[in-house]
């Protein structure tokens, strides 16, 4: 592949005692653009994800990231928290991680955290309340006040997260994620158990994530009428490998793919294929 | 799940059930006591293990739990099943939240009013500075334990620390306390990050008994090191703190005398209330102030959540290891305080038992609550002292209050935690959202 | 050499003394995923159970050794049984589906209520017996005139707790009650809707480790002579050092680190301080978890997100 890549992965293999989750998987996320990560159940795509953020050492193979500036970053060699702090890589979780007993409004103050951390002299100038924390702070609830409007929650702030609709909480995880400014957004499944509406919701947030705040998007979706209508590039993995990538509308034709959802082989695949048009 | 069916009947239990399930009680204090209570050892004059027998008192347990089982089948009867909600009046509940609003200031202005009104009884000062003694511990816990989720079971090591940092600083090299104080404080955070450092990674319960461990090591440390901790003789003759250079004694370059007043010993009393209420109330001041700023908020997202903080960028290990340090800090301020108020330490005051009292009073009060805590800590320990003179029961009494109130009220007396910010309402999170940790 | 060898020997007997009470700690984590800590009094409580059966019997004129040693063991076992049912009954039951720092303090005040009881109940001074057991095998006897023992006290010990593991494995292994505990273990929902009864299970699970708690302590009485009522703490913290050691939940690892602490602890007050010989075992607690967090033979863990 070409172009300007933010992240590449390089022959990435993870094993887990004799299972392997992933094997030998390589591909690039574009920057500035949405790319989808689908496979069925078990494919390994969470497993990617985990030694993309380092909450799994890979058991081989390469992850680059490259920032605007064109540092790079390996992050196969990161701890997961330096991930994101350092590389600038933010996630949501397939089962939402939130803080459930702080309000909205603290989950978002906690994602400013390592910022607030040096705003505030590492406590000693918050201690005693100097003014430059206080404007520090300020700036701060003013960024979370802002992505709770985005995403609609500005009149739930004070509610507890773990209080808040199934679709909000998804939300609020990802403004979370949105509030340490990241370079790359990898999001698991963020329309899981959503309603038709709430899709078309999240479909408009992360185009206008894209498009406004210029984040490159990595998302790992079951719903492909949220994948076809916002990726850029679609890489498709079963069983721990690769088996094929390219724009939605090509891999929506891909008998390889169809074959891989229905558990069926290739030729079968075609034979439905035909029969369906 | 499996119970429901026995709930379930349970509400209208008759006299026969009622009957049937107090006599299986008996039935197994009977045997329960038969030897331990029943037959009583002990060593003769030529060592020899003798035993006699007390019947009698078997007998009169057994019937105590005969009856006290029907009482409590009757009484669960009247109250119906332990998890109905029960539905207080809005009136009630509204007087509620005015009294729950109003405690906190009632109850420090009280304090302060202490050495005024009892000024004359020395025995309520002393009982005074012993409760504010346990908020203070109670409160410098609650970082650990209740604000970032670490359980931790060894604290008094880091009492322990303090106390004898001053106690020997004082008397080796005649520090006044003033410095010693800090010194203590620091010492004390210094010995929780060196604990904290390997540790912290582990999860629960494991953390729970490795810092048990640690507080026992201590605890053995001293006592085994004679030659500078005086071994379990301890360290006698430990200065009795200053007004800031100025001695609290009878003598021309007493308080007293710089005051033109006469002198009297309740002075130092008094004296000492203060210190450690201000001691108590600084604890207080700055963790209030530190669960407004990032690293307050670090800790309890991590009580929430540590994946999730790992996700967002947070340095787990570092934002655990300052919690125990600060945690650490203040027990070591408040063992310094107990060093110069005793004047005399052992390895005796700093057993498990302390530990565990001191957890038991974050938890009671309900972790994370800093008037909970120190709600908790007037309990327990004015509790403790209604049963003085029954001064060999103390632990059994204790212990059971342990085992009652945590079947009373698991998330302590109160469990809702406050925001630390807001954009309009300043509501209380219910307990039920807000985990406990993991550590 | 030889020494060393007595050494060894002693320190296998006090590690078979650990191991069975650390099965106790390990399987009771396993189960319901709580550090039981009332388990070394349980411990105690056997101990002194032994104890006063065995003044009885006495004094009833008894002499055959062989009955009475039965007949202790047997009531021990029973009795105490009924204390660890009774335990968790009161302490632990009514805290299964809460916080998990409840049933950990609710344990914490369990066991002060039983120490504190038996100190009431037996008072607070150490309780001497004369051996029971006595005479032994020499092994080797050096030149420097140093003899390698056995005594037959150790041979009691080692092989009581030979066959109570034996005995206890096949339980696990081969038995219904066995089967539900696994199942409890893996999954408490899934076991009840299945139609195991779960809280018998539970239950019998805090009545089998505590009836080996009390193998235990009629062992120790056996062996050093005497109780008392504080004996649990320290030997409740090593055995639980055990279970971790040997990786908490697995069965054959508590008993491995039973020896291994025993040997530990004897080898070190041998060689180095008496003194410090707690020291050096709740050390090795702080080492092990640190290095070697799923013990010797526990499964490791792998932090799913
Ligand atoms: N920590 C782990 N230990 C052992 N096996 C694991 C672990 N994590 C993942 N696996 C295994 O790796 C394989 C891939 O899992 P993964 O969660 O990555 O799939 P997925 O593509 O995200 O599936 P889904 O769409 O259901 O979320 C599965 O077989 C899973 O059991
Ligand atoms: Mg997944």
Redo the contacts with the bound molecule.
């Keep these: 592949m070409s172009g300007d890549s933010i992240l590449s992965v390089d022959r990435l293999s993870m094993r887990?005692?004799g299972?392997v989750?992933?094997n030998d998987l390589s591909f690039n996320a574009e920057r500035r653009k949405i790319t989808a990560l689908i496979?069925?159940?078990?494919?390994?795509?969470?497993?990617?994800f985990?030694c993309i953020t380092g909450f799994?050492k890979p058991s081989s193979g390469a992850i680059g990231l490259t920032h605007d500036d064109g540092h790079a970053i390996r992050l196969e060699r990161l701890d997961d928290f330096r991930i994101a702090k350092l590389a600038k890589v933010a996630r949501t979780f397939?089962n939402i991680r939130l803080f459930p007993g702080m309000t909205a409004l603290e989950n978002l103050m906690v994602a400013q955290h390592n910022a607030l951390m040096r705003a505030s002299g590492l406590t000693f100038l918050g201690l005693i309340g100097a003014p430059s924390w206080r404007t520090a702070e300020q700036a701060a609830i003013d960024l979370a006040t802002t992505w709770l409007d985005r995403i609609g929650l500005l009149d739930r702030a004070d509610d507890a997260a773990g209080n808040l609709p199934y679709g909000d909480q998804r939300r609020l995880e990802i403004a979370r994620a949105m509030c340490t400014e990241p370079a790359l957004l990898c999001l698991?499944?963020p329309a899981a158990g959503l309603n038709a509406r709430e899709s078309a919701a999240l479909s408009e947030l992360l185009l206008s994530i894209r498009a406004d705040q210029g984040t490159s998007i990595l998302l790992?979706e079951?719903d492909m009428s949220v994948v076809m209508e916002i990726s850029d590039h679609v890489v498709v993995?079963d069983h721990?490998v690769k088996i094929a990538e390219g724009t939605p509308k090509h891999i929506r034709d891909d008998p390889k793919v169809i074959a891989a959802y229905l558990g069926t082989d290739e030729e079968e695949a075609i034979a439905v294929m035909e029969s369906g048009t | 799940m499996s119970a429901n069916p026995a709930a379930q009947t349970s509400r209208a239990p008759s006299a026969a059930f009622i009957l049937k399930k107090s006599l299986i009680s008996a039935l197994v204090a009977l045997v329960l006591f038969s030897l331990m209570i029943g037959v009583r050892t002990e060593a003769g004059p030529d060592g020899q293990l003798t035993y006699w027998t007390r019947f009698g008192d078997l007998a009169a347990i057994v019937a105590a739990v005969f009856g006290g089982s029907i009482l409590i089948e009757l009484f669960r009867q009247w109250w119906g099943p332990v998890d109905t909600a029960r539905i207080v009046p809005a009136p009630v509940q509204g007087a509620l939240s005015l009294a729950g609003r109003l405690i906190a200031p009632v109850l420090l202005a009280f304090t302060f009013l202490v050495p005024v009104l009892f000024y004359d009884e020395r025995y309520i000062l002393d009982l005074g500075i012993l409760v504010l003694t346990y908020v203070m511990l109670g409160w410098g816990l609650n970082v650990v334990v209740g604000l970032a989720g670490l359980l931790d079971l060894g604290y008094v090591a880091f009492y322990a620390v303090g106390a004898y940092s001053y106690a020997l600083l004082a008397t080796n090299f005649g520090l006044s306390f003033w410095i010693c104080l800090p010194l203590a404080g620091i010492l004390a955070a210094f010995w929780g990050v060196l604990l904290g450092f390997p540790v912290l990674r582990l999860r629960g319960d494991y953390l729970a008994i490795v810092t048990l461990a640690f507080g026992e090591i201590i605890r053995l440390v001293l006592i085994n090191w004679q030659s500078l901790t005086g071994g379990p003789n301890g360290v006698t003759g430990i200065p009795r703190p200053t007004l800031f250079g100025i001695p609290l004694t009878p003598g021309d370059d007493g308080l007293a005398a710089m005051l033109g007043i006469e002198f009297s010993p309740t002075h130092r009393i008094v004296f000492l209330f203060y210190l450690i209420l201000a001691l108590a109330l600084l604890t207080n001041w700055v963790t209030i102030r530190l669960r407004r700023l990032p690293i307050g908020r670090a800790w309890e997202a991590l009580r929430e959540d540590e994946v999730a903080c790992r996700a967002l960028g947070i340095n787990t290990t570092t934002t655990k290891l300052t919690a125990f340090a600060t945690g650490a800090m203040f027990g070591g301020f408040a063992g310094a305080f107990f060093a110069t108020r005793q004047g005399f330490i052992s390895p005796e005051s700093f057993t498990f038992h302390e530990s565990a009292l001191v957890l038991a009073i974050v938890v009671l009060g309900g972790m994370g609550s800093q008037l909970g805590v120190a709600l908790a800590a007037l309990a327990m320990i004015g509790g403790f002292e209604l049963f003085r003179g029954l001064d060999q029961y103390r632990m059994l009494v204790f212990g059971m209050a342990m085992v009652l109130l945590m079947i009373w009220r698991p998330r302590g007396l109160i469990g809702h935690r406050a925001p630390t910010v807001f954009l309009e309402r300043k509501e209380a999170i219910s307990s039920d959202l807000v985990k406990e940790g993991h550590g | 050499m030889d020494y060393f060898a007595q050494q060894l020997i002693n320190g296998l007997v006090l590690g078979s003394i650990y191991g069975l009470i650390a099965i106790g700690y390990t399987m009771v984590y396993g189960i319901v995923g709580m550090i039981n800590f009332a388990h070394g009094d349980i411990f105690m409580i056997g101990g002194f159970i032994a104890l006063i059966t065995f003044l009885i019997l006495i004094s009833f004129g008894l002499t055959a050794i062989p009955l009475i040693l039965l007949v202790m063991l047997l009531v021990s076992m029973a009795i105490t049984a009924l204390y660890g049912w009774t335990v968790e009954r009161i302490a632990y039951r009514p805290l299964r589906h809460s916080f998990r720092l409840a049933p950990m303090l609710s344990a914490i005040g369990m066991s002060f209520v039983l120490t504190n009881y038996s100190q009431v109940a037996q008072g607070a001074r150490v309780k001497p017996v004369p051996p029971i057991i006595t005479g032994g095998h020499t092994l080797h006897e050096g030149a420097d005139g140093f003899v390698v023992q056995l005594s037959n006290i150790q041979i009691i010990v080692v092989v009581t707790t030979v066959v109570l593991l034996a005995i206890f494995t096949w339980l696990v292994s081969s038995t219904r009650l066995g089967r539900d505990m696994r199942a409890c273990e893996q999954d408490q929902t899934m076991a009840s809707l299945l139609g195991v009864d779960v809280d018998r299970t539970i239950s019998m699970t805090f009545v089998i480790g505590a009836a080996l708690a009390a193998v235990a302590g009629m062992m120790y009485l056996l062996y050093y002579g005497l109780v008392d009522f504080f004996m649990g703490f320290v030997a409740g913290i090593k055995a639980f050092t055990a279970a971790v050691l040997g990786g908490i939940g697995s069965l054959p690892g508590a008993m491995l680190g039973g020896l291994l602490i025993g040997l530990i602890e004897t080898l070190w007050s041998a060689y180095f301080s008496v003194e410090y010989k707690d020291v050096a075992a709740f050390s090795i607690l702080i080492v092990v978890l640190i290095f070697l967090p799923t013990g010797l033979l526990g499964r490791p863990e792998?932090?799913?997100v």
């Design positions: 887990f005692g299972i989750a992933v496979g069925p159940n078990g494919a390994g795509k969470t497993t990617v985990n799994y397939q698991d499944e790992i079951h993995m721990g | 792998v932090e799913k």
